[in-house]
T-cell receptor, first 111, second 112 residues
Framework: EDKVVQSPLSLVVHEGDTVTLNCSYE??????LLWYKQEKKAPTFLFML????IEKKSGRLSSILDKKELFSILNITATQTGDSAVYLC???????????FGTGTRLQVTL | DGGITQSPKYLFRKEGQNVTLSCEQN?????MYWYRQDPGQGLRLIYY???????QKGDIAEGYSVSREKKESFPLTVTSAQKNPTAFYLC???????????FGPGTRLTVT
């Protein structure tokens, strides 16, 4: 059975802190790893990682994939209250582009 | 205005009734997906469709049914056989197997 595990489950930080969110996966026929941010309703896409060791960056967010150790991290630097959300990672498997999601990390950024 | 629409936003039903959730897209994406999200949990795949008139079961298809008669539409029926239907339902589309999935705003279904 495909499995994606995220840690920590929840996190409270102060504005300006740097956070690292973890995602490990055990799936068959792995294709890529995706990160989403979910604030209230629909998850919004952040990154898709296919190759090991290549960092993807967007503003204060960055992510990297390690296909040998089967994990990915999402870093957020200089956090802001607007970063408060649930961060979901998902492993894409097979030719049908199925996504298996982790349970998410709930991040709360306080003033 | 491109996007994915789901209706209604909130839906209340009595136990034993079937209910159909709508998902419409004008992104011209071939693939469409239905997920269910329960509190404190990630998304779980119910059904998906890669092309019109074809669909496959996901990880938790029991008690659900779908149709894909048009590219733009992928309605999900929650039947009375679904033992615990109260949840947040998300529809998503994908441009192809190498692309990310885009999510609609979701429908929150409450069955009492």
């Amino acid at each position: 059975e495909d499995k994606v595990v995220q840690s920590p489950l929840s996190l409270v930080v102060h504005e300006g802190d740097t956070v690292t969110l973890n995602c490990s996966y055990e799936v068959t026929n792995f294709r890529s790893l995706l990160w989403y941010k979910q604030e209230k309703k629909a998850p919004t896409f952040l990154f898709m990682l296919t190759s090991s060791g290549i960092e993807k960056k967007s503003g204060r967010l960055s992510s990297i994939l390690d296909k040998k150790e089967l994990f990915s991290i999402l870093n957020i630097t200089a956090t802001q209250t607007g970063d408060s959300a649930v961060y979901l990672c998902a492993a894409r498997t097979g030719t049908a582009s199925k996504l298996t999601f982790g349970t998410g990390t709930r991040l709360q950024v306080t003033l | 205005d491109g996007g994915i629409t789901q209706s209604p936003k909130y839906l209340f039903r009595k136990e034993g009734q079937n209910v159909t959730l709508s998902c419409e897209q004008n992104l011209n994406h071939d693939a469409m997906y239905w997920y269910r999200q329960d509190p404190g949990q990630g998304l779980r795949l119910i059904y998906y469709s890669q092309i019109v008139n074809d669909f496959q079961k996901g990880d938790i298809a029991e008690g659900y049914s779908v149709s894909r008669e048009k590219k733009e539409s992928f309605p999900l029926t929650v039947t009375s056989a679904q033992k615990n239907p109260t949840a947040f339902y998300l529809c998503a589309t994908g441009a192809g197997t190498s692309y990310e999935q885009y999510f609609g705003p979701g429908t929150r279904l409450t069955v009492t």
